[in-house]
């Protein structure tokens, strides 16, 4: 059974502070996603890494995948009110099973 | 444009009671579905998953079953509903593995 752990559980800061949330994996990734879920909804998805070492970009969020494929990382700059939310990763481990983080709860004050 | 429907959004039942959810998705053909339900500001419990009709992956041991009857149609039940069945639950569809997951509104299951 393919695990996945979020660090940190819960994340609150000051608007502007930069910040980073981590997923880790004890089996290795065919793929992984991360998703922003607000309070009631379902989540949706920020973005699919799927190459060791792969970067990628979306406004002031940066995803990274790890070389081995086991972990990632989600780094805010400047974070804003409109953060808030949580903050899940998912991974597909070489099927079609998607299964998803502990979650990491953001919380940005303004 | 695909979309995803699942219903009713809230829900109260009593203890060992039945439950029936429904999820339908329009717009594709032999989607992925998935059943996860969800505590509190957690993440995702993966319950059930479905690569075609008729075909069902338990995750996780439990009061639940997952059916498909159709190719774009995902039901969650129980035959006797207990406390710890309360919950969040979420329906979700891909077009298979390393792609998105779209996800339905929920339903709030509380049972009492």
């Known amino acids: 059974t393919q695990l996945l752990e979020q660090s940190p559980q819960f994340l609150s800061i000051q608007e502007g502070e930069n910040l980073t949330v981590y997923c880790n994996s004890s089996s290795v990734f065919s793929s992984l996603q991360w998703y922003r879920q607000e309070p009631g909804e379902g989540p949706v998805l920020l973005v699919t890494v799927v190459t060791g070492g792969e970067v990628k970009k979306l406004k002031r969020l940066t995803f990274q995948f790890g070389d081995a494929r086991k972990d990632s990382s989600l780094h805010i700059t400047a974070a804003q009110p409109g953060d808030t939310g949580l903050y899940l990763c998912a991974g597909n481990f070489g099927n079609e099973k998607l299964t998803f983080g502990t979650g990491t709860r953001l919380t940005i004050i303004p | 444009s695909q979309t995803i429907h699942q219903w009713p959004a809230t829900l109260v039942q009593p203890v060992g009671s039945p439950l029936s959810l429904e999820c339908t998705v329009e717009?594709?053909?032999?989607?992925?579905l998935y059943w996860y339900r969800q505590a509190a500001g957690r993440g995702l419990q993966l319950l059930f998953y479905s690569v075609g009709i008729g075909q069902i992956s338990s995750e996780v041991p439990q009061n639940l079953s997952a059916s498909r009857p159709q190719d774009r149609q995902f039901i969650l039940s129980s035959k006797k509903l207990l406390l710890s069945d309360s919950g969040f639950y979420l329906c979700a569809w891909s077009r298979g593995r390393n792609t998105e997951a779209f996800f339905g509104q929920g339903t709030r299951l509380t049972v009492v």
């Open positions: 717009g594709t053909s032999n989607p992925n």
